[in-house]
């Protein structure tokens, strides 16, 4: 089958998959206190169900979802509630956590739900995600189960499973493939017995073809399934690249997947979804990748959810050189932290520690109008003249020039002989926009 | 470890090529032109070269120097309008000449307007301009071999005899320094394209719309032979290939970089049938870098997943 790509987009210059590609998951336990953010999802932020010195057990609810568009948070570890208060993310917020003093014996909750995945109804299974406290791992955390039920349900014609992994460095997903592929073709049945004209689609980077065999190979002669080859590209696992490369539909920042009847998850939400309903279980435990050229032996972890981030790099042996920069997420899309004590939340991927900071050792210099910037836009704005815009503020025109079409990927940056910072000028002037936007304006 | 790491909005990596190494390919891709008009004219135009290249960096750096600037030398920039002011001189032009058009080309086309990046003309290409200007007889009287004479496309002009093809492709004939070898020229070019320094948008369009233009106006008609000199002739190839593709002064869209391409090839062929020179590629070039701002006004892309502008923007697609 030929390889299905997009227009634009860029070839990072180290992959850095090879450092951590044929390591093994591995599970992690950490052994020191674990915040729980009551927020790791886009929507309200889930409204505490316990109170300090409660005692808690993994799997059980200490955040009730409140809203729609909200999830719940369960304790990854069982121990006893030391505190409620506001810690600083790996995002720089102050987000309102849940502190657990681990007792270190990992006691579960008991299951009390014994019943069948295919005597469900689309209901009950679509409550089971919800209870799961489930969200969008690759990064964005948008609540599943808000995805899951589109007001066009009966029209959705492919459930595609983003499994482009198209960040550097990042091998979650990968793994996650390699290691378990019947699980994740066990999930995704799940989702689709739920769409009755959907097609199960699984896209997965040409760099992966060992995961794109072993998946064919559990597939037989299916129909309902199909596994299709991308051509390894950033941001090819963009929502928008990705419906593009695999149905050839388009959509723009104000549509949703649904409106071309396309639901879009991420490989490791599969994982969490056949948990949640087969195995009853709610969604507190993650893969992480922890790599970089910094870290003594890159690996990938799967994590209690709310494990201390300085915890999980000691475990991946500590530094063997001083990093400069600490990235939660991919190189080109994740945010840099200043330091390590911030938790492990549902859509950190990946820990990525650099001896050096690519960043500072280039200094912005003139634009030099190369068009390089307009050729890598995978939404086909002009990332020059834009910046220019959003520097001088003038919003009416940053909007009539397509700015909120920016999914701010990061390539015009990444690519920008001149060194300029492109993506942060037209990510802070979006984010301004938006938030008047929301302000009632 | 010290306590706080860097942070920085994302991307986080940065991709190796920076200006100066775009500068740098640009001033390897002009050496196989540079070498052959050396070879071709003599060591008046080695001194020349240097000359010129030496003078723009140092007017870019005391200007920057005494306007309490960044000096932005290391960027190769200079050194490049140097070395292509050089190009389109004759051999044996006056140094003192020369220095001027550099003053001219790098102080008042560039610096003036903010330095690289901000200038809306073709550095170059305004000193040239305003070379022929002032000093006109200078700038079109050609020796070769100790003979004054015509160029190639000035006897084509005149007489409508087209001079040898062979020659002229390899460059053994009367003109500036850099635009007699076409060969040279290409071998440049290919090196551009290839490492993807250059659009071929430009230069392709701009080369067969010319071509379009000569075959349907020029005194020649659909004659291959006279279209061929027409295009190895003066400083076409140099042009398209080295001076219309200056970012700067060149559209940032790809529609953009299309109709500049044709407008060049429109207005070179109409200064060089109709006017009274024989060349046309400066003006054409710097008639268009000035028309940059409204085509690209009008060749704004689309956004992925939008409707095109002239249908209405934002409108969900149909289902």
């Given at each position: 089958?030929?390889?299905?790509?997009?227009?634009?987009?860029?070839?990072p210059?180290?992959d850095g998959k090879?450092?951590s590609k044929?390591?093994?998951?591995?599970?992690?336990?950490?052994?020191?206190?674990?915040?729980?953010?009551?927020?790791?999802?886009?929507?309200?932020?889930?409204?505490?169900?316990?109170?300090?010195?409660?005692?808690?057990?993994?799997?059980?609810?200490?955040?009730?979802?409140?809203?729609?568009?909200?999830?719940?948070?369960?304790?990854?570890?069982?121990?006893?509630?030391?505190?409620?208060?506001?810690?600083?993310?790996?995002?720089?917020?102050?987000?309102?956590?849940?502190?657990?003093?681990?007792?270190?014996?990992?006691?579960?909750?008991?299951?009390?739900?014994?019943?069948?995945?295919?005597?469900?109804?689309?209901?009950?299974?679509?409550?089971?995600?919800?209870?799961?406290?489930?969200?969008?791992m690759g990064g964005?955390?948008?609540?599943?189960?808000?995805?899951?039920?589109?007001?066009?349900?009966?029209?959705?014609?492919?459930?595609?499973v983003n499994g482009a992994e198209c960040e550097p460095y990042l091998t979650s997903d990968y793994r996650r493939m390699i290691?378990?592929?019947?699980?994740l073709?066990?999930?995704?049945?799940?989702?689709?017995?739920?769409?009755?004209?959907?097609?199960?689609?699984i896209a997965i980077e040409d760099n992966k073809l060992d995961a794109v065999?072993?998946?064919?190979?559990?597939?037989?002669?299916?129909?309902?399934?199909?596994?299709?080859t991308l051509f390894t590209k950033y941001p090819q696992g963009g929502?928008?690249a990705l419906?593009?490369?695999?149905?050839?539909?388009?959509?723009?920042?104000?549509?949703?997947?649904?409106?071309?009847?396309?639901?879009?998850h991420n490989v490791d939400t599969i994982?969490?979804?056949?948990?949640?309903?087969?195995?009853?279980?709610?969604?507190?435990?993650?893969i992480v990748t922890?790599t970089?050229?910094?870290?003594?032996?890159?690996?990938n972890?799967?994590?209690?959810?709310?494990?201390?981030?300085?915890?999980?790099?000691?475990?991946?042996?500590?530094?063997?050189?001083?990093?400069?920069?600490?990235?939660?997420g991919g190189p080109m899309m994740g945010?840099?932290?200043?330091?390590?004590?911030?938790?492990?939340?549902?859509?950190?991927s990946s820990?990525?520690?650099?001896?050096?900071?690519?960043?500072?050792?280039?200094?912005?210099?003139?634009?030099?109008?190369?068009?390089?910037?307009?050729?890598?836009?995978?939404?086909?704005?002009?990332?020059?003249?834009?910046?220019?815009?959003?520097?001088?503020?003038?919003?009416?025109?940053?909007?009539?020039?397509?700015?909120?079409?920016?999914?701010?990927?990061?390539?015009?940056?990444?690519?920008?002989?001149?060194?300029?910072?492109?993506?942060?000028?037209?990510?802070?002037?979006?984010?301004?926009?938006?938030?008047?936007?929301?302000?009632?304006? | 470890?010290?306590?706080?790491?860097?942070?920085?909005?994302?991307?986080?990596?940065?991709?190796?090529?920076?200006?100066?190494?775009?500068?740098?390919?640009?001033?390897?891709?002009?050496?196989?032109?540079?070498?052959?008009?050396?070879?071709?004219?003599?060591?008046?135009?080695?001194?020349?070269?240097?000359?010129?290249?030496?003078?723009?960096?140092?007017?870019?750096?005391?200007?920057?120097?005494?306007?309490?600037?960044?000096?932005?030398?290391?960027?190769?920039?200079?050194?490049?309008?140097?070395?292509?002011?050089?190009?389109?001189?004759?051999?044996?032009?006056?140094?003192?000449?020369?220095?001027?058009?550099?003053?001219?080309?790098?102080?008042?086309?560039?610096?003036?307007?903010?330095?690289?990046?901000?200038?809306?003309?073709?550095?170059?290409?305004?000193?040239?301009?305003?070379?022929?200007?002032?000093?006109?007889?200078?700038?079109?009287?050609?020796?070769?071999?100790?003979?004054?004479?015509?160029?190639?496309?000035?006897?084509?002009?005149?007489?409508?005899?087209?001079?040898?093809?062979?020659?002229?492709?390899?460059?053994?004939?009367?003109?500036?320094?850099?635009?007699?070898?076409?060969?040279?020229?290409?071998?440049?070019?290919?090196?551009?394209?290839?490492?993807?320094?250059?659009?071929?948008?430009?230069?392709?369009?701009?080369?067969?719309?010319?071509?379009?233009?000569?075959?349907?106006?020029?005194?020649?008609?659909?004659?291959?032979?006279?279209?061929?000199?027409?295009?190895?002739?003066?400083?076409?190839?140099?042009?398209?290939?080295?001076?219309?593709?200056?970012?700067?002064?060149?559209?940032?869209?790809?529609?953009?970089?299309?109709?500049?391409?044709?407008?060049?090839?429109?207005?070179?062929?109409?200064?060089?049938?109709?006017?009274?020179?024989?060349?046309?590629?400066?003006?054409?070039?710097?008639?268009?870098?000035?028309?940059?701002?409204?085509?690209?006004?009008?060749?704004?892309?689309?956004?992925?997943?939008?409707?095109?502008?002239?249908?209405?923007?934002?409108?969900?697609?149909?289902?």
């Amino acid at each position: 089958m030929s390889i299905l790509s997009f227009k634009g987009g860029v070839h990072p210059h180290n992959d850095g998959k090879a450092l951590s590609k044929t390591r093994p998951i591995e599970d992690f336990e950490p052994k020191g206190e674990i915040v729980i953010p009551l927020s790791q999802h886009i929507g309200t932020p889930a409204a505490p169900v316990v109170k300090p010195g409660d005692k808690v057990l993994v799997n059980q609810k200490i955040g009730e979802s409140s809203g729609f568009i909200s999830a719940n948070v369960h304790s990854s570890v069982s121990g006893t509630v030391k505190k409620i208060e506001a810690r600083r993310m790996a995002s720089g917020n102050k987000v309102m956590c849940v502190v657990i003093d681990n007792d270190n014996r990992y006691n579960e909750c008991p299951i009390t739900d014994f019943r069948k995945a295919s005597e469900m109804s689309d209901k009950e299974k679509l409550e089971l995600i919800k209870e799961a406290g489930i969200v969008g791992m690759g990064g964005a955390g948008f609540p599943s189960h808000v995805k899951l039920s589109p007001q066009n349900k009966e029209d959705i014609e492919y459930i595609i499973v983003n499994g482009a992994e198209c960040e550097p460095y990042l091998t979650s997903d990968y793994r996650r493939m390699i290691e378990n592929p019947e699980y994740l073709l066990e999930g995704l049945r799940i989702v689709l017995s739920m769409f009755k004209k959907a097609k199960g689609i699984i896209a997965i980077e040409d760099n992966k073809l060992d995961a794109v065999i072993k998946l064919k190979k559990l597939l037989h002669h299916d129909k309902d399934i199909e596994v299709r080859t991308l051509f390894t590209k950033y941001p090819q696992g963009g929502e928008r690249a990705l419906i593009y490369a695999v149905t050839g539909r388009k959509i723009n920042s104000s549509m949703l997947p649904a409106d071309v009847k396309c639901i879009v998850h991420n490989v490791d939400t599969i994982f969490a979804i056949r948990n949640a309903v087969i195995n009853k279980k709610p969604l507190v435990t993650r893969i992480v990748t922890v790599t970089g050229d910094a870290v003594k032996r890159p690996q990938n972890y799967k994590v209690p959810i709310g494990t201390n981030i300085r915890e999980l790099v000691e475990a991946a042996g500590g530094f063997k050189k001083a990093p400069e920069k600490i990235i939660s997420g991919g190189p080109m899309m994740g945010t840099a932290i200043y330091n390590l004590d911030a938790p492990i939340v549902k859509g950190t991927s990946s820990i990525l520690a650099f001896t050096k900071d690519e960043v500072r050792d280039s200094e912005p210099s003139s634009c030099i109008n190369c068009g390089r910037c307009v050729s890598v836009c995978p939404g086909r704005v002009v990332p020059a003249r834009l910046s220019v815009m959003a520097e001088h503020g003038d919003k009416e025109a940053f909007i009539k020039n397509n700015g909120m079409e920016c999914c701010e990927c990061g390539c015009c940056s990444y690519i920008c002989p001149a060194k300029r910072n492109l993506t942060q000028a037209i990510k802070s002037m979006r984010q301004d926009i938006l938030a008047e936007r929301k302000g009632g304006k | 470890m010290s306590d706080l790491l860097n942070v920085s909005s994302n991307p986080h990596v940065r991709d190796k090529r920076t200006t100066s190494s775009i500068m740098l390919s640009v001033i390897l891709a002009l050496i196989p032109a540079t070498a052959f008009g050396i070879y071709n004219f003599g060591y008046k135009a080695l001194v020349l070269v240097a000359v010129c290249i030496v003078s723009s960096v140092l007017f870019e750096g005391i200007y920057e120097y005494l306007m309490k600037q960044k000096i932005t030398v290391k960027d190769l920039s200079a050194a490049v309008t140097g070395l292509l002011i050089a190009l389109n001189l004759p051999h044996d032009f006056p140094i003192w000449m020369a220095v001027l058009g550099c003053g001219f080309g790098i102080i008042v086309v560039k610096q003036v307007f903010g330095g690289i990046g901000q200038n809306f003309m073709n550095p170059a290409l305004g000193a040239r301009c305003f070379l022929i200007l002032s000093f006109g007889t200078k700038m079109t009287v050609f020796t070769y071999d100790g003979v004054t004479g015509a160029t190639p496309l000035k006897q084509l002009k005149d007489t409508g005899a087209v001079d040898s093809l062979k020659s002229m492709f390899i460059g053994t004939t009367a003109g500036t320094i850099g635009e007699t070898s076409v060969i040279a020229i290409l071998i440049g070019a290919i090196y551009l394209l290839g490492k993807g320094i250059i659009d071929f948008r430009i230069p392709f369009t701009y080369i067969i719309s010319f071509a379009v233009f000569i075959g349907i106006f020029g005194e020649g008609g659909f004659n291959p032979e006279f279209i061929a000199a027409h295009l190895c002739g003066g400083g076409l190839m140099l042009g398209a290939f080295f001076m219309a593709t200056d970012y700067v002064t060149s559209p940032i869209t790809k529609v953009g970089r299309i109709v500049f391409g044709i407008l060049l090839g429109i207005l070179t062929g109409v200064f060089r049938v109709f006017g009274p020179s024989a060349e046309g590629v400066s003006f054409a070039i710097i008639f268009c870098n000035l028309l940059v701002p409204i085509i690209e006004r009008v060749t704004m892309p689309t956004a992925f997943g939008c409707k095109s502008r002239y249908l209405g923007r934002f409108k969900k697609e149909g289902n």
